[in-house]
């Protein structure tokens, strides 16, 4: 029987199935289940499976290379972010695009080093390839405090329209029927598209970062402003980013992480927990039985839909208070009651990280 670890108290049956499926396929050596686990596309969301010598594209997603960033701005006071919470609100929503938005302060990347040029992919030709714009959903930036005082900045962002375009891309090449349909279908890493798609995985992974870079830089700019200050020297050394959608070769085993953080001992992560109760900055414990990860968040305990139905926007403003954020009908979908309680999830991944801080929200900026 292959190695296999479920920390779910809370799964979907539909969500087991995926996973069982999954371990099924003769590549597979070993999987996990997050804590935050729930149904996905191909593969559940909080789920790591590792292969011997295969990469299979549905098991990375089509956000390749979302994940998060944390900066801690020493010298930044507290109680005047708080004040000036509102102004800072409305320059990060004038200086980043949010949702689906073109990006109108365009930082252009590169494409060298990417194979899958051409027309199949017309998105690599557009604004999506285009650095600083945050996306939607469940993507946010998010300003907040730790038990010492000290302000930091999360972001929660991923590849955008080119990481998708690319991941749409191989799933159709990896799928007998050349469509990105559900499956684990994948390619062996000596293959001519096997070769291609890490090539390409890869450059996602730094499109993300740069991203997420480009969008921290913004938000510290609308910081100063808002403050009144000259200029603040970002120190990216002191950056924690983990992504949480990849395939990382662990030589020869790829170890795919769909919604997972990668937990190595000492690694520092972030967890977030939701718009209301903040993030947690982690410290890995390199557990061999979740394959060294851990949760990425809380995880849904209802989809979008549903949330907007059962869900009711006097609930949500009252949870909110104290938070500047947009608690609209737009957002309904993003309230802290959509989501698994995070405290509970972090006490069923105790074995796995350690709480370096809790960061709690000042303001938080949704597509």
């Not at 604004?127 to 000290?150: K, Q, T, V």
């Not at 291609?196 to 913004?218: G, P, S, T, V």
């Not at 972030?270 to 718009?275: A, E, K, Q």
């Amino acid at each position: 029987m292959l190695p296999s670890k479920i920390y779910a108290t809370v799964l979907e049956e539909e969500a087991l199935e995926q996973y069982n499926d999954a371990m099924k396929q003769p590549f597979v050596i070993a999987g996990a289940l997050m804590a935050d686990a729930h149904k996905g596309y191909s593969l559940p969301i909080g789920a790591v499976v590792a292969t011997l010598g295969w990469v299979v594209p549905s098991w990375v997603g089509y956000d390749i290379g979302c994940g998060m960033c944390a900066l801690r701005l020493d010298g930044i006071d507290l109680k005047s972010v708080e004040a000036n919470s509102d102004d800072i609100f409305e320059f990060i929503y004038r200086d980043i695009p949010v949702g689906f938005h073109k990006n109108v302060k365009p930082t252009p990347y590169s494409l060298d080093g990417l194979t899958a040029k051409g027309e199949e992919i017309a998105i690599l030709k557009t604004h999506d390839r285009a650095l600083g714009s945050l996306g939607g959903g469940n993507h946010f930036i998010e300003i907040g405090y730790d038990e010492e005082d000290a302000v930091w900045v999360i972001i929660h962002s991923g590849s955008r329209g080119v990481g998708h375009g690319i991941a749409t891309h191989y799933m159709k090449t990896a799928h007998p029927e050349g469509r990105p349909k559900e499956g684990h279908h994948g390619f062996h890493q000596d293959s001519p598209e096997g070769k291609d798609y890490i090539q390409d995985l890869n450059w996602c992974l730094d499109f993300a970062l740069a991203n997420r870079k480009e969008m921290m830089k913004r938000v510290v700019n609308c910081i100063t402003e808002a403050l009144d200050m000259d200029c603040y020297e970002l120190d990216f050394s002191e950056l924690i980013n983990r992504n949480h959608n990849h395939a990382i070769d662990k030589g020869n085993v790829w170890v795919h992480r769909k919604g997972a953080t990668q937990a190595e001992e000492g690694m520092l992560g972030v967890i977030p927990g939701n718009m209301r109760d903040g993030s947690f900055i982690v410290r890995g414990k390199g557990n061999p039985a979740s394959i060294h990860s851990s949760s990425h968040g809380a995880g849904r305990v209802y989809g979008r839909k549903e949330a907007k139905r059962i869900l009711n926007m006097e609930d949500f403003t009252d949870t909110m208070q104290g938070v500047t954020a947009l608690v609209t009908a737009d957002t309904l979908d993003e309230s802290p009651e959509a989501y698994k309680n995070i405290f509970e999830v972090m006490e069923a991944q105790k074995d796995l990280v350690d709480i370096v801080h809790h960061v709690k929200p000042i303001i938080n900026i949704k597509g």
